[in-house]
């Protein structure tokens, strides 16, 4: 589903194809952790040269980690720290090229060399962040920002249904 060789032979993401495969396995589910872990199975299935892709939610003002495929990872995040906590904390999207030189990375995996992180927004609340590592460094690009970016527009679209 969604691979596709770019011009340098690199494996591409097809978006569009993992946007609606997500869509079709959420359809009519309205329980947000069925809905995540789904989604976390699907992008860690789909998605070449990961090794952890899972969510962190917002409880009590600090990051909890929620469903995940990788390796065990860190249980609480405070906000600001580390990766996810800078992305929960300022709302935006984090995309790290080497981890190591992000200040207070948080090494949960030890393999892990980049990473990507989209914030959960529904309402202007916070519910989350999306957690996508890479054991290759600069693995993730604003192509893979703007795709990962719609995936958690889906989801939160989804989990919107239940607050309502």
């Excluded at 770019?6 to 069925?34: F, K, M, N, Q």
């Excluded at 495929?69 to 790290?96: D, E």
């Excluded at 990507?116 to 916070?126: I, K, Q, T």
Aim: proline share 4%; glycine share 10%.
């Amino acid at each position: 589903m969604g691979q596709v060789h770019a011009t340098g032979g690199e494996l591409v993401t097809d978006y569009d194809a993992l946007c609606s495969s997500l869509e079709a396995l959420l359809e009519g589910e309205h329980d947000p952790i069925a809905c995540y872990a789904t989604a976390a199975a699907l992008l860690y299935g789909e998605l070449h040269d990961v090794n952890w892709a899972g969510f962190y939610l917002l409880q009590d003002d600090e990051l909890v980690v929620g469903p995940y495929q990788g390796q065990p990872a860190c249980i609480r995040i405070a906000m600001g720290r580390g990766v996810c906590g800078a992305a929960a904390k300022s709302l935006q999207t984090m995309l790290v090229p080497d981890v190591h030189e992000f200040p207070g990375h948080i090494a949960c995996d030890a393999r892990s060399r980049s990473e990507l992180v989209v914030p959960l927004v529904a309402d202007g609340e916070l519910l989350g962040v999306l957690d996508i590592d890479s054991p290759s460094l600069g693995r993730f690009d604003e192509c893979d920002a703007d795709g990962i970016e719609r995936v958690v527009r889906v989801i939160v679209r989804r989990v919107l249904v239940r607050r309502r």
